[in-house]
């Protein structure tokens, strides 16, 4: 049986995963529009690694006897700007999730959930590739700012982007 801080914690997560899929989703449309099919793909890809996420808390809860609670998904925003400015905020909220994670990491311990912290442990390392892996396309499009001819090799590069196993 989950302590009745972390499920609520845990739903909260669930929440945010999915709120960084709706998010996403909006980036991928958003870079159709502005003509990057490329960046667009890999958009579409980590949708359905925030969906992963998600779904792996709600099987983690219903199969420790806790109660899922689905909350209000907050409308994303439709513009991002540039190629570069869109990873920025790539960046910047998958840092958010990170400390979520670290904060639900935290009170499992506090509330003495070991079994729930070391659940959790597979989104520590998550969390550690998503970030990494928006610096590199950060560190990309820097090559970018300074050479127009690099958007469309990192667009093709972004195509093609494996979906989640």
Do not use: C
């Not at 700007?81 to 869109?86: A, L, Q, S, V």
């Not at 958010?96 to 003495?112: A, C, D, N, P, Q």
Request: proline share 4%; aromatic share 10%.
């Amino acid at each position: 049986m989950l302590n009745e801080k972390v499920e609520e914690a845990l739903n909260e997560q669930i929440n945010r995963e999915m709120y960084s899929s709706y998010l996403y989703l909006a980036m991928s449309a958003y870079s159709l529009s502005v003509g990057l099919p490329g960046f667009a793909h890999w958009f579409r890809v980590q949708v359905e690694e925030e969906n992963i996420h998600a779904m792996k808390l709600f099987d983690y809860i219903n199969n420790q006897d806790g109660r899922v609670r689905l909350k209000e998904i907050k409308e994303p925003p439709m513009e991002f700007g540039t190629p570069m400015k869109m990873f920025q905020q790539t960046l910047k909220h998958e840092q958010f999730i990170t400390r979520s994670i670290y904060e639900l990491v935290g009170l499992s311990l506090v509330e003495k959930d070991e079994k729930t912290a070391y659940f959790l442990q597979w989104y520590v390392e998550e969390q550690v590739e998503e970030e990494e892996n928006d610096k590199e396309i950060i560190a990309k499009l820097k090559g970018f700012e300074e050479n127009k001819n690099t958007l469309a090799e990192i667009d093709a590069e972004l195509a093609k982007r494996l979906p989640p196993k």
